[in-house]
């Protein structure tokens, strides 16, 4: 079946710019996590989602960072006013549920500031 | 605190050879999961294994095994006779029950190079 899907793949943006990078899990996993990659920082976990509700916003880098997930499926995740340490490669991941904890990633997005 | 360390950050081996990936954790949970990923030059991180903390039985699945020790806080990975098709950076990751969402926090990665 189909995997995790993002999109863009890559993106290219100019410092203070706005963008949104989308996640489409796995058809019924219903939770939905983001991660970012840079090779600062490794794998960091950013956000959940548990169907469209996300508890937990803690892990999130700063407050020009949010995602939203709709009708328990497709997630977006919007950076406003992008810097250049937001450069990094950011990966989705769904599971069929929280109990269950084999996440699938995505091929990610690769977001570079200029 | 959880923490996962992969103390490995390069490991460089010719074909046939077996190679040990280590993986060391720390957390304060009694229940919690343990797993490995693979992530080749794609870049996507490919699932490999899930372990929870109350099995402790070794795995094997093919050319690849896995060493689960409670007592050592590691959970090793070792591929037989390395291909290069192995050539990727692996992951190590801890989940914690208690933790809501069962986010992952990831290890640094090994990048495994086979040679030919």
């Known amino acids: 079946g189909a995997g995790v899907s993002q999109s863009p793949s890559n993106k290219v943006t100019e410092k203070g710019k706005d963008v949104e990078l989308r996640c489409d899990p796995i058809?019924?996993?219903?939770?939905l996590y983001w991660y970012r990659q840079s090779l600062g920082q490794g794998l960091e976990f950013l956000i959940y989602f548990q169907g469209n509700s996300a508890p937990d916003k803690s892990g999130l880098p700063s407050d020009r960072f949010s995602a939203e997930r709709t009708g328990g499926s497709v997630s977006t995740l919007t950076i406003q006013r992008t810097q250049q340490e937001d450069s990094a490669v950011y990966l989705c991941?769904?599971?069929?549920?929280?109990?269950?904890?084999?996440?699938?990633f995505g091929p990610g997005t690769r977001l570079t500031v200029t | 605190a959880q923490k996962v360390t992969q103390a490995q950050t390069e490991i460089s081996v010719v074909e046939k050879e077996d190679v040990t990936l280590d993986c060391v954790y720390e957390t304060r949970d009694t229940t919690y999961y343990l797993f490995w990923y693979k992530q080749p030059p794609s870049g996507e991180l490919v699932f490999l294994i899930r372990r929870n903390s109350f099995d402790e039985q070794n795995e094997i699945s093919g050319r690849y095994s896995w060493n689960f020790q409670k007592s050592t806080s590691s959970f090793n990975f070792t591929i037989t006779a390395s291909q290069v098709v192995d050539s990727a950076v692996y992951f190590c990751a801890l989940s914690e029950a208690q933790q809501a969402g069962t986010a992952l926090i990831f290890g640094k990665g090994t990048t495994l190079s086979v040679s030919s």
């Open positions: 991941a769904s599971s069929r549920g929280l109990d269950t904890y084999e996440q699938y």
């Open positions: 058809s019924g996993h219903t939770a």
